[in-house]
């Protein structure tokens, strides 16, 4: 079965760094894009960026470049998503999700990380 | 970066009912859209992708159609289960975007 199993939740202070992984089993991790959408409390998908693990090939949304690194270990078959000092605007639900490389819709997807960022 | 609307941003609806959803892309997109369910508390699930290609074990009472610029995904009896929020996506461009959202609610 194909899996996407991402870290667990995490508490954290403005001003702290952070990184949340995605463990991807039952496919070649380096066979596929990993992306990360985030969630803000009650509103709707934003697509931060995407990776490549087979050669780390990496692309970010506008929004988001220079905000986050996304990276992967292909050793252990994990994506990351990580910052290196949080805002409270950054609390949200943190989802990634698999795209083959020609393929044109995200499946399957983790199960999400939620992020508070609170003083 | 290619824009999503989608429209409308919720609707009321009853169980049977025939709903149906759009998504308008800013620029022309080919059929690189793909649909996706989500309810409270859960991870968002593929139902439909490359337009109208009806992704494996999703009940074939949703559809989805259009090219280019203007999209539909269609519920033909909408079913308890289907009440959740439904969002598109493009893969026109390596700038990935998702619409809005279309939050569907029990009448």
Request: hydrophobic letters at 35%.
């Amino acid at each position: 079965e194909v899996q996407l199993v991402q870290s667990g939740a995490e508490v954290k202070k403005p001003g702290e760094s952070l990184k949340i992984s995605c463990k991807g089993s039952g496919y070649s991790f380096t066979s596929y894009w990993i992306g990360w959408v985030r969630q803000m409390p009650g509103k709707g998908l934003e697509w931060m960026g995407i990776i490549y693990p087979g050669d780390s090939d990496t692309r970010y949304s506008p929004s988001f470049q220079g905000q986050v690194t996304i990276s992967a270990d292909k050793s252990i078959s994990t994506a990351y998503l990580q910052w290196s000092s949080l805002k409270a605007s950054d609390t949200a639900m943190y989802y990634c999700a698999r795209r083959g490389i020609a393929a044109r819709f995200f499946d399957p997807w983790g199960q999400g990380t939620l992020v508070t960022v609170s003083s | 970066a290619i824009q999503l609307t989608q429209s409308p941003s919720s609707l009321s609806a009853s169980v049977g009912d025939r709903v149906t959803i759009t998504c308008r892309a800013s620029q022309g997109i080919s059929s690189a859209l793909a649909w996706y369910q989500q309810k409270p508390g859960k991870a968002p699930k593929l139902l439909i992708y490359d337009a109208s290609s009806l992704e494996s074990g999703v009940p074939s009472r949703f559809s989805g159609s259009g090219s280019g610029t203007d999209f539909t995904l269609t519920i033909s009896s909408l079913q308890p289960e289907d009440f959740a929020t439904y969002y598109c996506q493009q893969f026109n461009s390596y700038l990935l975007t998702f619409g809005g959202g279309t939050k569907v609610e029990i009448k």
